[in-house]
């Protein structure tokens, strides 16, 4: 790194949680306020909070990486790496005391000068990435890498240096709590969730009106008291204040703005179409599949009872239909639908036509339908109906999962279409 001038470094870092305690929002948090100490003079440009792909085998609660930009100047780039050195050490201990784990931390803090491949980002949002490759990657890119022998964190800490927000991304203010309260229950009504939204009209998705319920508080025992999602950071800020002067909510200790990729549906690829070529299927847990046809491929579609609407609609489907989807291929190459549209049904058999307020009656094979009250005939055939899918819960014929059962990724209906 040239030691003359301002620096402007990329920090990334990941992995340093346990299913069941700490937080890497909160990790980044203390390294960014041990920079500041050290280096008063540095500035800290958009931190960011970039949601990963959901299928990884690694994933814990949230799976989101941290990053930010400093700006420092080159002569202290020894004080910024040696305060990095120090504050790392700490989270190796502290991820050394952790419980058993199926998912053991694997902490990395990735720092670079200059942009990065924004592919990284990419390759991590929507699909596996291993850890060799990515690893020689960024040993190729020149990034300064602080970790301990477990490297899996840098995986998603290149990811989220490699994020290149849009002027549509989201925001999301992160309060953690005082330290005697954590693993304590969280004080934050549900009612002042509810008020909050209705205050601050720029904020949304921080609670489930299917449920009744606030989306905002984790049920974990991890430092987070609570994360607000809004359009801009002044939203966030203000419902964030606003809670702060209640007094059914606790008092948090301290907060951040992050810039993310939540809502953005980066983990999706475009819509795609097909036709129904068998009976959908319940199998355990109400959660029910079927199998379509598009461009000349079996796909075979899986909604979860947790989806709700997506399941209902699917489970209603019929040979025949054309319906539209987006979803997440699964490793065993299912797809897992996230949202679903029946674009254009196939006629519902509504039974045998009717004579003398009654169903008239097969005359036997190859005879055509007889009136048992006055002996008219007519043709074997049946009557059918358009498909009613009018109790299905939709968005211009769109079904998704209530606010409870989606991803950080997805895109709410409320906030813009897909285009079919």
């Known amino acids: 790194m040239n030691p003359e001038g301002p620096l402007v470094l990329r920090i990334g870092l990941d992995d340093t949680d346990h299913p069941l305690l700490g937080c890497t929002t909160s990790a980044f948090d203390e390294l960014i306020t041990l920079l500041l100490e050290r280096i008063p003079d540095a500035e800290v440009h958009e931190r960011a909070l970039v949601r990963l792909w959901p299928f990884a085998e690694r994933r814990t609660r949230g799976n989101g990486a941290l990053s930010a930009q400093i700006i420092i100047d080159g002569g202290q780039i020894g004080e910024f790496r040696q305060s990095c050195q120090e504050w790392f050490e700490g989270v190796l201990a502290e991820v050394s005391e952790h419980p058993p784990s199926k998912v053991p931390a694997a902490p990395v803090l990735l720092v670079s000068e200059g942009p990065v491949p924004e592919e990284w980002y990419w390759e991590t949002v929507s699909g596996h990435v291993d850890l060799e490759p990515r690893l020689e990657q960024v040993r190729a890119d020149g990034c300064w890498m602080l970790s301990g022998e477990r490297l899996w964190g840098v995986v998603g800490a290149s990811a989220a240096i490699a994020w290149i927000p849009n002027p549509s991304s989201t925001w999301e203010l992160i309060a953690w709590r005082e330290p005697g309260m954590i693993g304590l229950p969280r004080q934050v009504t549900s009612e002042s969730v509810r008020l909050m939204e209705r205050s601050n009209l720029m904020t949304f998705v921080n609670r489930d009106p299917t449920a009744g319920r606030g989306l905002i508080a984790p049920r974990t025992p991890c430092p987070v008291l609570y994360g607000i999602r809004g359009a801009t950071s002044e939203s ?185």
């Open 236 to 420: 966030v800020v203000d419902a964030h204040r606003w809670m702060q002067a209640r007094t059914d909510v606790e008092k948090s200790l301290r907060w951040a703005v992050h810039r993310t990729n939540q809502l953005s549906d980066d983990h999706l690829g475009t819509v795609s179409y097909g036709t129904v070529i068998n009976r959908p299927e319940e199998i355990k847990g109400a959660h029910s599949n079927v199998a379509v046809s598009s461009n000349g491929d079996r796909i075979s579609l899986v909604a979860f009872s947790e989806g709700g609407p997506v399941n209902r609609l699917l489970r209603r489907l019929q040979v025949g239909d054309r319906v539209a989807w987006l979803g997440l291929i699964a490793p065993d190459g299912s797809v897992h639908l996230e949202r679903l549209s029946l674009l254009d049904p196939t006629p519902r058999v509504a039974g045998r036509p009717q004579c003398c307020e009654k169903s008239m009656r097969s005359g036997g094979a190859g005879q055509q339908l007889r009136c048992r009250e006055c002996g008219s005939k007519t043709i074997r055939e049946w009557v059918s109906t358009d498909a009613d899918v009018s109790d299905i819960e939709a968005v211009a014929n769109w079904s998704e999962p209530s606010p409870s059962n989606r991803r950080h990724l997805s895109r709410p209906l409320e906030l813009g279409l897909p285009e079919t």
